[in-house]
């Protein structure tokens, strides 16, 4: 029991140090483009909630903020964290790195459950892990109006790919379930670390001429 | 049974002069960016029933335009309407003002009170207001390529905002459900009118340097 | 038997080249934009399918993608064929043009269908047929931060609306299921390649000053 506690609050903790690094970069890039503040909220709440609401949406289920509100006032906490702590927010870089990285293997960890449970194939699982992880960005860059920086040269998105495969591939094989959620957000966060760290990118398309 | 039919055409009425003001605010913006015909009439029925149509997706509901064929032909009127009157339009602004801002009030109350019957709590109740009433504008933004409007200083979601907020609260004291619908309208009117008259506008984050 | 295993052969293959061709122009534009490859498969991906996700949400159905990989590995051979073939892909732009028109034809009769079967009003079989054939083209703009091509002058939603109002008509006056098909994607891929080398195009909005 006390176990079984231990754990929801350590989830807890990290979904909420992930929302809270996804809603920041969405207020900062609002802020650098000189919205209000509703604008800022909204950003930063799309930039949060976003890829969990369009595969909830896909899935045929209610989007998962509109069930706990933890989410929308970890939103107004972080309006209010950039509001005051305006100057300081830079020196912060590297702590909200951390926040980002843990919190994307997280929601990843989520999406491909919540995915598999519903019993889709793999490739749909693994694109469900995805967009849980990814297109709180994409949105926020639409919003913006900004081309997504996921699509010019981040390992972003292959982390959550890779990440969303291992999680199939040990379920197949029977792991079990705790070592393959701890296995499978690690492995995002440390792809993401070190893909950023050494500048590792996907090749780029080149244009036709 | 005469009152009901009476309240039904001014309930219609209202209604019918929002969605006409909000699909001709879509249709002008997408003239000035030298829209087709076909263009012009996507971004002028996206306006008026954008906010309602991303609250029913995510409310499980089927899009309340998908049932009834006034929202899509008030839309084709819309498009005649700026194809006709072209020149005269801009004499015309005051008028569509104030359409759009009643047709505001109602479109929240609507959407308030969908969301209510289902059951959510209190903070999802104005969420969902507030989207039914500012997402057709945003989606339009995004169509012609600009950062939406609201973002960046009109009091327009604060209205809705603070509407959909009396809404529930006078919902919770037990206040008569007309009376309750009718000042939740009347008071985004106002906010509305009054902002903009006077120019208030929520104050902007200031970028990191 | 053998007739029937025929059809569903015919039609395959047809919807494997619409998507094919729909892919890859969405791939083309993510390269002229220096996408990295995640970049260009989703924005590929989202061109082929997104019409049809949009409806299917709006429909309440699940997304018909996420129930077959077909359109998801056409998609990813796509990109391939892109990157192997970068320096052919304009003496080929033919090519893609009629797969392209001819998958078109049939993504709107697979959209009318879906919602006839459903019981809507004309109207929104019509819109339903059309958002099957152009929302993919809108999203892809937007993903590349472009006004969306079909906006400002083509036929091609003309192309989708005719057809699917044609059948409507058809369907009314008892014909046979299999000449509507064929009559409905045979006409959107005429008009289409009518409109195209005639340059036939709707009529612009003139902006107010």
Redo the contacts between chains.
Sequence with gaps: MFEFWRDIQFVDVIEFLGTFAFAISG??L???????????L??GFVTATGGG?LRD??L?E??FW?LS?VY?WCTVLSLFF??GF??H??KLNNTFFWFDSIGLGLFVVVGVEKTMALG??P??II?MGTITGVVGG?IRD???????L????ELY??ACIIGASVFCIMDHLGVNLTVIQITTAVLIFIIRVVATKFKI????????E
């Design positions: 207020i900062r609002a802020s650098a483009k000189k919205f209000d503040w509703f604008g800022a909204v950003v609401t949406l896909l045929g209610t989007p509109m509100g929308f950039v509001i305006r100057k927010l830079v889709f194939d490739w749909v694109m994409i639409i919003l913006i109006n900004e081309i997504p996921i699509f010019t040269g998105a292959v990118k996907l090749p780029t398309l080149k244009g036709e």
